[in-house]
């Protein structure tokens, strides 16, 4: 019998990969709005660690993910992206603490500015400028104050060959552009740091099998344009990248002023050592990927 773990978000862009890749080694238990548990319903959560009460542990994805639906509820304790990013949150680290189970709770790189030109290590003090990354960021105290056996995974822009119903990664955003020859500009002078979530899913299968505790970020080894990106994209994919054009963050900004991150390159050093596991680098991932998805 394969150990049990409780998932939450197991519907969405990383956690349906997730669970895909690691269906071998584990049953996954899903709780979600569809099989009618809404984690901002306290009672609901605990009703179901009671039920599930065999599970080795807990990976805790189920956010609302949506940054322009958060810049909208700026501020707003009452609005869905507190309640499921932070109560939410709250609620889960309860429970697994209650009930005596490791949690893993994923994170973003949005807890920091972006304003540091060199690589965010897990010692830098984090400090939001959107609503969405604000709200990540309690959810991480959150689950520091009512837990202690936990850890914390701070992602960044995850790809994969996968392209689950409404929520497509970046990689299949390019992907599309290129193969309808579209004409597109991106961002030269901004950084991210994107991360295969394959390598993500056996960080996670290595850390729920030795109850890892800290915090990490589980994030790809190279730091890159998003106009960069895509080239690499067109490059590896084989398409013409002409029509792929180098734009500017900071006359974007003058348009839409919305505060966005510029620089988020994120260091996977001490992951990569603590797990002896080196993370893809991007054009590797890219590869992978392009194979796994039939070599198209
Ligand atoms: N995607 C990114 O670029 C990115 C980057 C960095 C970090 N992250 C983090 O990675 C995690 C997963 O992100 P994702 O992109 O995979 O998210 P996603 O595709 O937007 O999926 C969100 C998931 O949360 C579930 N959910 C939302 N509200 C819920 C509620 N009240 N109760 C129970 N489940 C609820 C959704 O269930 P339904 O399907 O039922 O709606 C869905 O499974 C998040 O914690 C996110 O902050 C993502």
Same mark, same amino acid.
């Given at each position: 019998?394969?150990?049990?773990?409780?998932?939450? =978000? /197991?519907?969405?862009? $990383?956690?349906?990969?997730? &669970?895909?890749?690691? !269906?071998?080694?584990?049953?996954?238990? #899903?709780?979600?709005?569809?099989?009618?548990?809404?984690?901002?319903?306290?009672?609901?959560?605990?009703?179901?660690?009671?039920?599930?009460?065999?599970?080795?542990?807990?990976?805790?994805?189920?956010?609302?993910?949506?940054?322009?639906?958060?810049?909208?509820?700026?501020?707003?304790?009452? =609005? /869905?992206?507190?309640? $499921?990013?932070?109560?939410? &949150?709250?609620?889960? !680290?309860?429970?697994?603490?209650?009930? #005596?189970?490791?949690?893993?709770?994923?994170?973003?790189?949005?807890?920091?500015?972006?304003?540091?030109?060199?690589?965010?290590?897990?010692?830098?003090?984090?400090?939001?400028?959107?609503?969405?990354?604000?709200?990540?960021?309690?959810?991480?105290?959150?689950?520091?104050?009512?837990?202690?056996?936990?850890?914390?995974?701070?992602?960044?822009?995850?790809?994969?060959?996968?392209?689950?119903?409404?929520?497509?990664?970046?990689?299949?955003?390019?992907?599309?552009?290129?193969?309808?020859?579209?004409?597109?500009?991106?961002?030269?002078?901004?950084?991210?740091?994107?991360?295969?979530?394959?390598?993500?899913?056996?960080?996670?299968?290595?850390?729920?099998?030795?109850?890892?505790?800290?915090?990490?970020?589980?994030?790809?080894?190279?730091?890159?344009?998003?106009?960069?990106?895509?080239?690499?994209?067109?490059?590896?994919?084989?398409?013409?990248?002409?029509?792929?054009?180098?734009?500017?963050?900071?006359?974007?900004?003058?348009?839409?002023?919305?505060?966005?991150?510029?620089?988020?390159?994120?260091?996977?050093?001490?992951?990569?050592?603590?797990?002896?596991?080196?993370?893809?680098?991007?054009?590797?991932?890219?590869?992978?990927?392009?194979?796994?998805?039939?070599?198209?």
């Amino acid at each position: 019998m394969k150990p049990k773990i409780l998932g939450t =978000g /197991l519907s969405g862009l $990383v956690g349906s990969r997730l &669970t895909r890749l690691l !269906a071998d080694d584990f049953e996954f238990v #899903n709780l979600d709005l569809k099989s009618g548990v809404d984690i901002t319903d306290k009672d609901q959560v605990f009703e179901v660690f009671k039920t599930h009460s065999d599970i080795i542990g807990v990976v805790h994805l189920a956010a609302m993910t949506d940054v322009s639906r958060a810049y909208q509820e700026s501020g707003d304790k009452s =609005g /869905l992206v507190y309640k $499921v990013n932070v109560v939410g &949150t709250e609620n889960m !680290a309860e429970a697994a603490s209650h009930f #005596n189970k490791y949690l893993i709770h994923i994170s973003t790189d949005f807890v920091f500015d972006g304003a540091k030109k060199t690589p965010y290590t897990e010692d830098d003090q984090p400090k939001p400028i959107e609503w969405y990354g604000q709200t990540k960021l309690w959810a991480e105290e959150a689950v520091q104050d009512k837990h202690n056996n936990y850890m914390i995974a701070r992602i960044a822009f995850p790809i994969n060959a996968d392209e689950p119903a409404g929520r497509q990664d970046f990689l299949h955003k390019v992907l599309d552009w290129l193969r309808n020859r579209e004409d597109r500009s991106l961002f030269k002078d901004t950084i991210v740091t994107p991360t295969f979530i394959d390598d993500m899913a056996q960080i996670i299968n290595k850390a729920i099998s030795n109850q890892v505790t800290g915090l990490y970020h589980v994030t790809g080894s190279t730091y890159i344009s998003p106009y960069n990106f895509a080239r690499r994209v067109a490059k590896i994919f084989d398409f013409d990248g002409d029509r792929i054009r180098p734009g500017s963050f900071k006359a974007y900004l003058k348009v839409d002023p919305r505060p966005r991150q510029q620089y988020l390159a994120i260091s996977n050093r001490k992951l990569e050592r603590d797990f002896d596991f080196q993370m893809s680098t991007l054009d590797l991932a890219l590869k992978m990927i392009k194979w796994q998805m039939g070599g198209i």
